[in-house]
């Protein structure tokens, strides 16, 4: 089932990219993440041009995100106010990524510059992942287990000035920090189509010290309105977002994330974060040989 994409300037398999938004809907389902961070990169090993998959997965992310939100929201899992300010972080993050983007683009540069990105942001969230999850394991193999960690913002958050109580969180903190952690957000979220989960929900953990309760729900409202300003930036400036291959990749990954959800709840979650780790730094291992493989034929004429 061939589509044509017009954005992108190509034909593909339906049905190939349909399972694609599938995939990542399940591992969304299974791990609690958004997904945009391998979205776009198996686009891109599809042959999907990268500007296109990163800018049409933002989209995709936006509508995987409004179920979410709501489901948190019923049980009294969002802290508002921590989203907003995040919100407000995320949508000046976006316009500084949009620059970024046009500037890279004009150089010529943007392509190898969101695969470099995601070679390191996998790289590293990947091993960070793999070595927790290795610990947790060998701990329950032995009976001992992990000494719970304290619940505590970060040095440098408590030296911001001009704090302000964010009561569901349960911190006393500057606003600066989520404002400043929401605008790196941003940028990342327009450069590479990532939602962002995979990164907020550590650092409002470990960076702001917010209660655990409220982190997950938070994370998707910020989500929710930065790829949403993501979307429109993209569609203002670069006009790279394949409307068609967002809605194939979300109709895909709204069927994967109710299959996701049915099995994580029969596994084990450690040995599920392993293998989301593994999968994690096998896709930026092969994002960095796709930066430094020299392929046959450097040039190909094909007739239009």
Known sequence: MDVYLPIANLSVNGLIIVGLGAITGILSG??????????????????????????????????????GVFAHSRRGGVDYQMGSVMVAGGILGTGIGAILFNLLEQL?????VINILYVLLLGSIGSLMAKESIQAIRAERSGVPIAARKRRHHPMVASLPMRWRFYRSGLYISPLAPLLLGMGTGI???????????????????????????????SLWQILFTTMATTMMHALTTHAIDIVLASMLL??????????????????????????????????????LGLGYRPDEIYSVAPL
């Open 30 to 67: 299974i791990f609690g993440v958004g997904g945009g961070f391998l979205t776009t990169p198996l686009m891109i090993f599809y042959g999907i041009p990268p500007t296109v998959a990163a800018a049409s997965a933002a989209s995709q992310v936006t509508g995987a995100s409004v179920s």
């Open 108 to 112: 010529g540069q943007i392509d190898t």
């Open 188 to 218: 990342l979220t327009m450069l590479m189509g990532i939602g962002g989960g995979f990164i907020l929900v550590p650092a409002m953990l470990y960076i702001l010290g917010m209660s655990a309760n409220v982190v997950v729900g938070t």
């Open 251 to 288: 109709l895909g990954s709204v069927t994967g994330a109710q299959i996701g959800a049915q099995f994580s709840q029969k596994a084990n979650p450690v040995k599920l974060r392993l293998l989301l780790a593994t999968i994690v730094l096998l896709v930026a291992a092969r994002m960095a």
